[in-house]
């Protein structure tokens, strides 16, 4: 599929993902995709930035290739690793056959036959539909000195093998960038990319992505919700539920044949939006209700 012409069909087709869009973050990858520049995306956890890559991939029909970075991550485990276990056979299969050319068997160990592709060397392997969308995950948790690899990476759209030499994308990657801003992320690495800041919807747009992803829910029950987690947002709590966990809070609600919320209906599934047991045992007993309350007090008549 052609990339979209418009911010208006950047809109339509991720919807059709099932991916709600709000203009400003469809504006931004529309001009990530038109001028072909890395797209930085940073924001609390849960509120879909890694699903924009996601939907991406599924509605322009391209490869998903996601490198999840960690701690410790370095350029090697990014861009390629030796097959050491099969090396080691066909040394031993080589040496048993008497074979002496050292320096054939040395071409044959580093080649293509024993070379272990990772996500960003992957990422510049042509395809035949299309340069794939390339997700580099939770950037803020590896270390400065990928950064400055990744700088040089996203700048050339090339990597190199000392075996092999230097490999270069015949069609540069659709690249997003996330971080949960636990960290800063260099500066000159968020210049080479287009940034976006993916804030919490408001209660319409996260009404509209609760219809989306769980169109079971009544509109009833779908506002209660939204109003509760948006309500539950402006506590001094730990972790703030993301919309993740409305879409799941939701589900749950569905799988127990909840039509309405109660104080003990929310008390019996917090472990659905609250990922920590203090935050939890804030809204234990009156609390439930006194959100509850104040929620539903923000509801207009449907």
Known sequence: MQTPDSIDAVQSMLADTGYVCGRALA???FLSLRLGRPLFLEGEAGVGKTEIAKALAASLGRKLIRLQCYEGLDASSAVYEWNFPAQMIAIRTAEAAGNADREMLQRELFGPDFLVERPLLEAMRPDANGAP???IDELDRTDEPFEAFLLEALSDFQVTIPEMGTITAPEPPIVILTSNRTREV???LKRRCLY???DYPDFAREVEILNTRAPEASETLSREIVAFVQRLRT???FKKPGVAETIDWAKCLLALDVIDLSPEVISDTLGAILK????IQKLQGSEA???LDEAKATLEPV
């Open 276 to 279: 920590y047991q203090d935050d």
């Open 289 to 291: 209700k006194r959100l």
């Open 186 to 188: 260099h500066d000159a």
């Open 133 to 135: 969308v390339l997700l």
């Open 196 to 198: 976006h800041w993916v």
């Open 27 to 29: 504006t931004v990858v």
């Open 235 to 237: 506590e001094d709590i």
